[in-house]
């Protein structure tokens, strides 16, 4: 008596009768290299204390994953700055003045500091709410 019978998908890499696992690595990226640039890229992957494949596997999605600039995100972060200090010093100096005493200026600076820390990471989300509304909006009606 024989069980039911599993082709093998031909593209696959994988033995035959094993299916890939949600999460799992099974592909691979293959590349070239001169002796010199093996020896170099073995270095690195030993000063950092990591097998090759882990090093070079996440030296290549760490810069698969970096963003390039884009110059209507760094607009609108500066933009979210300037209207985030302006509004935090005129609120801090209001308080200031209610209480009898003025603005520091390690304030200011405090001010400007956190402003400049989450910039980028507010105009992004500006960016993706707008890009979600227009996207709600164009969407067909079911």
């Not at 170099?40 to 990591?50: D, F, R, V």
């Amino acid at each position: 008596m024989s069980g039911p019978r599993v082709q093998a998908d031909p593209q696959s890499s994988l033995p035959f009768g094993e299916e890939a696992k949600p999460g799992f690595r099974t592909k691979t990226a293959a590349t070239r290299l001169t002796p010199e640039e093996l020896a170099e890229i073995e270095a690195a992957a030993e000063a950092a204390g990591q097998a090759l494949s882990e090093w070079l596997r996440q030296t290549a999605l760490c810069a698969a994953r970096q963003r390039p600039a884009d110059p209507v995100e760094l607009v609108l972060s500066e933009v979210w700055a300037v209207r985030y200090t302006l509004l935090n010093l005129f609120h801090a100096a209001s308080q200031a003045a209610s209480e009898g005493g003025q603005l520091s200026p390690d304030s200011v600076l405090k001010i400007r500091d956190q402003a400049d820390a989450r910039k980028l990471q507010q105009a992004r989300k500006l960016l993706e709410e707008f890009f979600a509304r227009v996207g709600k909006a164009r969407a067909p009606m079911p």
